[in-house]
């Protein structure tokens, strides 16, 4: 069985640095194929991916973020690791991270994690 | 950048058919999967490439996709059913996602 839980701050400030941790069990970073994705949902708002990483290190990112983003995994720790810098009160949202199996740059994402919600605010 | 669009809402009856569009340009090229996502809870995958349906999703879930549109189809719609969905896609090595739909059974 394949779980994901997010972790982090759930209050930061404007400008600051945000940093969110996935870890997961039933699946490894190692495996061929297998990616770990973040997605985030401002309240009441659609579905936003954010970033991805695959087994192999091969990492795909949201154009009209990628400036203020950085994923990174730890394949010892079966953890995944996403940065935003300079936070605003606009990336108020519950941020979610999901395990993406086979199909390459084609495939979905299943299952995904409870989600953790960031707000920003001074 | 690559956009998918999904109707705001979409109603139906219960026992009848509900028809969630997604739209995008050559997304019949590209594989579509949809996700459902109850209040307060985390997105579920119910269909991947076009028309494939996980391990315990019920079978009135179905999927095609053609031309420039994905249509998620839920025959016998049950008043469980009742949820936002999303579409979802691969554009030049990115994720999107549509704006989602609401479906209401009532």
């Known amino acids: 069985q394949i779980t994901l839980k997010e972790s982090g701050p759930t209050l930061v400030k404007p400008t600051q640095t945000l940093t969110l941790t996935c870890t997961f069990s039933g699946f490894s970073l190692s495996t061929s194929g297998v990616g770990v994705g973040w997605i985030r949902q401002p309240p009441g708002k659609a579905l936003e991916w954010l970033a991805l990483?695959?087994?192999?290190?091969?990492?795909r990112y949201s154009p009209s973020l990628k400036s203020r983003l950085t994923i990174t995994k730890d394949t010892s720790k079966n953890q995944v690791v996403l940065t935003m810098t300079n936070m605003d009160p606009v990336d108020t949202a519950t941020y979610y991270c999901?395990?993406?199996?086979?199909?390459?740059?084609?495939?979905?994402?299943?299952?995904w994690g409870q989600g953790t919600l960031v707000t920003v605010s001074s | 950048s690559y956009e998918l669009t999904q109707p705001p809402s979409v109603s139906v009856s219960p026992g009848q058919t509900a028809s969630i569009t997604c739209s995008g340009d050559k997304l019949g090229d590209k594989y579509a999967c949809w996700y459902q996502q109850k209040p307060g809870q985390s997105p579920v995958l119910v269909i991947y490439q076009d028309s494939k349906r996980p391990s315990g999703i019920p079978e009135r879930f179905s999927g095609s996709n053609s031309g420039n549109t994905a249509t998620l189809t839920i025959s016998g719609t049950q008043a469980m059913d009742e949820a936002d969905y999303y579409c979802q896609a691969w554009d030049s090595r990115a994720v999107v996602f549509g704006g989602g739909t609401k479906l209401t059974v009532l």
């Open positions: 990483i695959y087994w192999n290190d091969d990492k």
């Open positions: 999901a395990h993406k199996g086979r199909g390459g740059d084609e495939g979905w994402f299943d299952p």
